[in-house]
């Protein structure tokens, strides 16, 4: 059973020896809630989990959060602050075999008054049995459960489990906060970059800080990278230029800032060439946003709006082209799903368009922002007591399944805006179809008045 290692401290000359040092993110990790950066709405002063933390009054928690939010970090924090026993454990590899020898392993430090936490890292990966094996003993305070996942704990921990423990979200790290957490690595002589006199440009550091879309241990892996593999100079020092930055990361900068006017330009251009029927372009705008750091998901998002703003009732399918890729990105993340989101792009770009219900919506919405709050017409209310049925709810409804085709002419609007018409669909894709229908029945609409 894996034991956690107090963290080793290396100098520059112990690089040349055989035993290697922990990764730079490992060796950087915070100890104290004071060194921990970002995540202020949970460990900030007088916030909950801070409280308890200092307190030493918690219980069983599960941190659900993007990679590199620091949840593996919290963990130890919280061991170090409450001097306990802990034990970490992957949800990867374990076995229920080996989960019986951590329990095992707490009853027998509980006997010398002192607790267990055990981290369990990716507890999305536990299968029920294994996360069954638990429940009796975070039950019992043999031990205090400490779960890390990027995925959301009410479809994939057990209810059971997830109601003896309590849920904090992490959020993705602030670029400042990355840009700290990179400031203090290079400046660490203990156990950072100090001891080799690393200097980093300011272009550099920012395209570090954007490639690491909001995971500090990304961040910290490039400035090793780009930082170890440089010849120092005639005085020692170590230079990483933009250009370093560049293929350690092994991704080009590209202008782009995610709060910023560039990146209303590429979204921008992005959605008009997919309203524009030109999928290269779309491809393009596509790739240069994901390629400069852009949240995937959020790309995901705009692709979904898109299917109901410019496609519609043209393609129905698009809806549910779109929002099958942006689950196929959430599943397989990058850069794998990026493909999934490239395919949505060529299909909304190559499907016919229609804003019809876009602009149908637009109207309704503005009739309800202008006009009084006006009651339905009393036939189709529903009428579920007897005074409803005497007040008149109801009375002389038509049950459209009981008319041919399953239509029947009647009064839904009520009499303030009646023969009103929003929906006015295309002659494009499927809405040439919708538009028929609706013609037909408008028509016998009419003759009926």
Not at 34 to 45: A, K, N, R, S, Y
Not at 134 to 152: C, M, R, Y
């Amino acid at each position: 059973m894996s034991r956690v290692k107090s963290l080793e401290l290396f100098s520059a000359s112990e690089l040349g020896r055989s035993e290697r040092p922990s990764p730079l993110a490992d060796r950087i990790r915070p100890r104290t809630l004071d060194e921990f950066v970002g995540q202020t709405h949970l460990v900030g002063p007088g916030r909950l989990l801070r409280r308890a933390i200092e307190a030493d009054e918690f219980h069983s928690i599960i941190f659900w959060g993007p990679p590199g939010s620091g949840k593996t970090t919290l963990a130890y924090v919280i061991a170090q602050a409450t001097h306990s026993h802990f034990t970490p454990f992957s949800a990867v590899t374990a076995t229920i075999k080996e989960i019986r020898e951590v329990i095992k392993e707490a009853k027998a430090e509980r006997h010398r008054d002192r607790r267990t936490i055990l981290f369990i890292d990716e507890i999305h990966r536990f299968n029920k049995a294994q996360q069954d094996a638990f429940l009796p003993h975070v039950e019992k305070g043999t031990i205090i459960l400490i779960g890390a996942t990027t995925e959301n704990p009410s479809f994939e921990v057990i209810g059971p489990l997830l109601s003896r423990t309590r849920v904090f979200v992490l959020n993705p790290l602030k670029e400042g906060e990355v840009r700290t957490i990179l400031d203090r690595a290079i400046q660490d002589n203990e156990r950072g970059l100090g001891p080799f006199k690393v200097r980093v440009e300011p272009e550099a550091i920012a395209h570090m800080v954007r490639t690491a879309n909001g995971d500090a241990r990304v961040a910290l892996n490039i400035l090793e990278l780009a930082a170890m593999t440089i010849t120092p100079d005639t005085e020692g020092y170590r230079l990483v230029t933009l250009a370093i930055a560049e293929d350690a990361a092994q991704r080009r900068s590209l202008l782009y800032d995610k709060d910023g006017e560039e990146h209303y330009n590429l979204i921008s251009a992005l959605h008009k060439s997919l309203r524009g029927s030109d999928p290269d372009a779309a491809l393009y705008w596509l790739a240069r946003m994901l390629h400069a750091g852009e949240d995937p998901l959020y790309i995901a998002r705009r692709l979904i709006r898109f299917a109901s703003e410019d496609v519609g009732n043209a393609d129905p399918q698009a809806l549910s082209v779109a929002v099958a890729a942006k689950e196929a990105y959430h599943f397989l993340g990058s850069p794998e799903g990026e493909l999934a989101l490239a395919q949505c792009a060529v299909y909304l770009a190559t499907a016919p368009k229609s804003n019809s219900v876009y602009t149908a919506f637009s109207d309704a919405a503005r009739d309800v922002e202008e006009a009084p709050a006006l009651p339905p017409p009393l036939h189709i209310r529903n009428a579920p007591t007897p005074l409803m049925k005497e007040l008149g709810y109801g009375e002389g409804y038509k049950y459209a399944h009981e008319f041919p085709e399953a239509y029947v002419e009647q009064e839904y609007f009520p009499e303030d805006l009646k023969g009103r018409i929003y929906y006015k669909p295309s002659d494009r894709g499927f809405e040439a179809e919708i538009r028929k229908r609706l013609e037909r029945w408008r028509k016998g609409k009419t003759q009926g008045d």
